[in-house]
C-alpha cells in the first residue's frame, strides 16, 4: 500500500510514492501478463460458491491478477474484466470486475457503473461501495474533483449517513 511505503522515507511525497507504484504496478502486469491471464482463467469458481477459506483465497488471488492487469489499461483486458463483471455470482467478483473496469476506464465501466445501481440501488450498504469505487477511481484525465463534486450532488448522497459521506 501506498502508505506503508510513505513509512520508508522522510519526508514523504505521496505523488512520487503512487507515480511510481503505478509504474511498477504497470510493469509487472506487461511482463506476467500470460502468467496473470491463467491465473484469472484457472481460478475461476465452476462449482458452487463456497464461503470457505480455500475459495475465499481463490476469488482473492483472481481478482487480485485482474487487479494487476487492469493497471494496463488495455482494451482487451477491459473484455476480461466485463466478463468478470458479467459472470459474478458473488460480491467479490462483482466488486472485483468493477473494480478492474474502474481502472480501465471507458464505455464498459459506465455500463457496468449504471447496471450495478440498477441492480442494487435498494441495498444502501451496498450502494455505499459504488459511491467508493467511483470517488477512488483513477484520475487519468485530471477529473477527479469534478467527478466527486457529481457524486455529491447524486439524490442518493447525504452527508446526513456517516457511511454514506464516507464513501465519498
Not at 71 to 81: H, K, L, P
Amino acid at each position: 500500500a501506498e502508505t506503508d511505503l510513505a513509512l520508508l522515507r522522510s519526508p514523504v511525497d505521496p505523488a512520487a510514492i503512487h507515480e511510481a507504484r503505478e509504474a511498477l504496478r504497470v510493469r509487472l502486469a506487461l511482463h506476467l501478463n500470460g502468467e496473470l491471464r491463467r491465473l484469472h482463467t484457472g481460478l475461476q469458481d465452476l462449482g458452487e460458491f463456497s464461503p470457505d477459506a480455500a475459495g475465499a483465497g481463490r476469488r482473492a488471488l483472481r481478482n487480485a491478477a485482474l487487479d494487476l492487469l487492469s493497471s494496463t489499461g488495455r482494451n482487451d483486458v477491459a473484455e476480461i474484466a466485463s466478463g468478470h463483471y458479467q459472470a459474478a455470482v458473488n460480491m467479490t467478483d462483482v466488486m472485483g470486475g468493477l473494480n478492474a473496469l474502474m481502472n480501465i476506464g471507458g464505455p464498459a465501466s459506465e455500463d457496468a457503473l449504471a447496471h450495478f445501481y440498477d441492480r442494487f440501488k435498494d441495498e444502501p450498504l451496498v450502494i455505499d461501495k459504488w459511491f467508493a469505487l467511483q470517488a477512488g477511481a483513477p484520475d487519468r484525465n485530471g477529473n477527479v474533483l469534478p467527478a466527486v463534486r457529481q457524486l455529491l450532488s447524486h439524490p442518493d448522497f447525504s452527508l446526513k449517513n456517516p457511511n454514506r459521506a464516507r464513501s465519498v
